[in-house]
Nanobody, 116 residues
Framework: QVQLVESGGGLVQPGGSLRLSCAASGSVVLINAMGWYRQAPGKQRELVAQLTNAGRTDYADSVKGRFTISRDIAKNTVYLQMNNLKSEDTAVYYC??????????WGQGTQVTVSS
């Protein structure tokens, strides 16, 4: 069992910045990737950014150049720095941890609202 707790969401104006954090606890051994997904009303959940233990990163085209994912493996924490936020970024952001051979674990989500 892995528990994931997100923090850092909130309301921000267009062009502003937010930094999301996700701390993993429980059976954290064998976690080999962590990342962020988001889901807006009426839309499917989509990958925002992911970072593997090998250092490979994946970003959605819509956030490249604006968002940066990083991870502190020792602290089992992943971060998402979001700059130049747009209204289209409004969504619930979910943290995900991948555990080798055991599947994926999800956090409860944190709301990010970009509005003037």
């Amino acid at each position: 069992q892995v528990q994931l707790v997100e923090s850092g969401g909130g309301l921000v104006q267009p062009g502003g910045s937010l930094r999301l954090s996700c701390a993993a606890s429980g059976s954290v051994v064998l976690i080999n990737a962590m990342g962020w997904y988001r889901q807006a009303p009426g839309k499917q959940r989509e990958l925002v950014a992911q970072l593997t233990n090998a250092g490979r990163t994946d970003y959605a085209d819509s956030v490249k150049g604006r968002f940066t994912i990083s991870r502190d493996i020792a602290k089992n924490t992943v971060y998402l720095q979001m700059n130049n936020l747009k209204s289209e970024d409004t969504a619930v952001y979910y943290c995900k941890a991948r555990r080798s051979y055991l599947g994926d674990y999800w956090g409860q989500g944190t709301q990010v609202t970009v509005s003037s």
